[in-house]
Nanobody, 125 residues
Framework: QVQLVESGGGLVQPGGSLRLSCAAS????????IGWFRQAPGKEREGIAC????????YYHNSVKGRFTLSRDNAKNTAYLQMNNLKPEDPAVYYC??????????????????WGEGTAVTVSS
């Protein structure tokens, strides 16, 4: 059974950092594209960071470029989203998703094939 579980969300002050994790089970994450998405209250879900299966193309939304970094640890079957310099406009529920397998195209966060349940991020002083 394919399962993605996000963790690492919480409350952080503006300018602070969080690292979100996306633990995969029931399949091997290696070979899949990975995406991070977020949805703030009253807003549509948006893709913020996505990488294709062989990691030769990574997309970042302009709002997070230079502050957020997507990575993966295949040995731990886990993907990460390092979020630095968090801003008041970043609070949302953050979701990870997979695309593929063998998604070698340019993954501009145009959806996902399986999703986690999300983890909430709050930015407040």
């Amino acid at each position: 059974q394919v399962q993605l579980v996000e963790s690492g969300g919480g409350l952080v002050q503006p300018g602070g950092s969080l690292r979100l994790s996306c633990a995969a089970s029931g399949f091997t994450l290696d070979g899949y594209g990975i995406g991070w998405f977020r949805q703030a209250p009253g807003k549509e879900r948006e893709g913020i960071a996505c990488v294709n299966s062989n990691a030769d193309f990574t997309y970042y939304h302009n709002s997070v470029k230079g502050r957020f970094t997507l990575s993966r640890d295949n040995a731990k079957n886990t993907a990460y989203l390092q979020m630095n310099n968090l801003k008041p406009e970043d609070p949302a529920v953050y979701y990870c998703a997979i695309r593929g397998p063998f998604y070698y195209g340019r993954y501009y966060c145009q959806g996902g094939d399986s999703w986690g349940e999300g983890t909430a991020v709050t930015v407040s002083s």
